[in-house]
């Protein structure tokens, strides 16, 4: 039997490429997003795939979302929550509507999923994946929904793994750091990508097609005895702390 992933924020970005990764294992995906015509454009591109228009903060919406996967594909194996919001604030001037926009799809979108999705997925004894974030980790500068929301969804994981996991579910979690995307690309000057480079040890921004990777691993057998964790796929960016950069230029003079 094909197994079925079931990805939220499925048309672009990370969620695309995982989509895109799991079709290559031989999956067949459920692509979900709130953007019509974005979804559909994206899912006419592939085969092996059901779209569905959904808004993931919305319960009667994501009990829909389940159902459809079902119904056109008969199992679940893997639910993937994607999808998410980025409003970048400094934390006095961050509105209510803001934070709760973030609050909304971040945290309560991962929540509502996986409660929906739970008895598919204990019937294939699937796996569960949370995308969280670096800044659900480690603060930053305007973050103050963004990474409450994803440190929330990283307590979340080990939540519903320790509950879940007596009927044979893992849920994990994937924390990205700065990812080469559309998105990256048209908020983060140039001053921006080179203070990323200098912070991360490998020196560069991380694709989408790497995050998946870690994705697809942990919603396969291969991670068969691993529930409750988070990976940072951040190129080291979490474990190198502070000073790095000033260390790296202190290092070009002395090799000069």
């Known amino acids: 039997m094909q197994k079925v992933a079931v990805v939220t924020g499925g048309c672009r970005g990370i969620g695309l490429a995982t ?18 015509p974005e979804l559909r454009a994206a899912a006419a591109q592939l085969e092996n795939v059901l779209p ?24 679940i194996d893997a639910l993937v929550n994607n999808a998410g919001v ?20 971040n945290l309560d979108g991962v929540f509502l999923c996986t409660q929906a999705a739970a008895g598919a ?3 294939t004894r699937g796996a569960v994946v949370n995308i969280a974030s670096i800044s659900g980790l480690r603060a930053s500068t305007l973050r103050v929904a963004y990474g409450t929301s994803k440190a929330g969804v990283i307590h979340m994981t080990k939540q519903f793994a320790v509950e879940l996991g007596e009927r044979g579910i893992r849920v994990n979690c994937v924390a990205p750091g700065p990812v080469r995307t ?13 203070a990323y480079y200098d912070a991360i040890p490998l ?8 995050i998946a990777e870690a994705i697809c691993f942990l919603c396969s057998e291969k991670a068969s005895f691993i529930t409750g964790q988070t990976l940072a796929v951040d190129g080291g960016f979490d474990a190198a702390g502070v000073g790095l950069p000033a260390l790296r230029r202190d290092a070009a003079v002395a090799a000069d």
Request: aromatic share 8%.
């Open 52 to 75: 569905v228009e959904a808004d993931v903060s919305i319960p009667e919406q994501v009990d829909r979302m389940v159902a459809e996967a079902l119904a056109g594909f008969g199992r």
């Open 121 to 123: 997925l204990a019937e």
């Open 203 to 210: 020196n560069r921004y991380g694709e989408a097609r790497e």
């Open 19 to 36: 989509t895109e990764l799991f079709l290559e294992m031989g999956w067949r995906v459920v692509m979900v997003d709130r953007d019509g």
């Open 86 to 105: 980025a409003l970048f604030s400094r934390a006095e001037g961050t509105r209510f509507e803001d934070w709760r926009e973030v609050m909304e799809t």
């Open 182 to 194: 559309k998105l990256a690309a048209a908020v983060h000057a140039p001053e921006i990508i080179s």
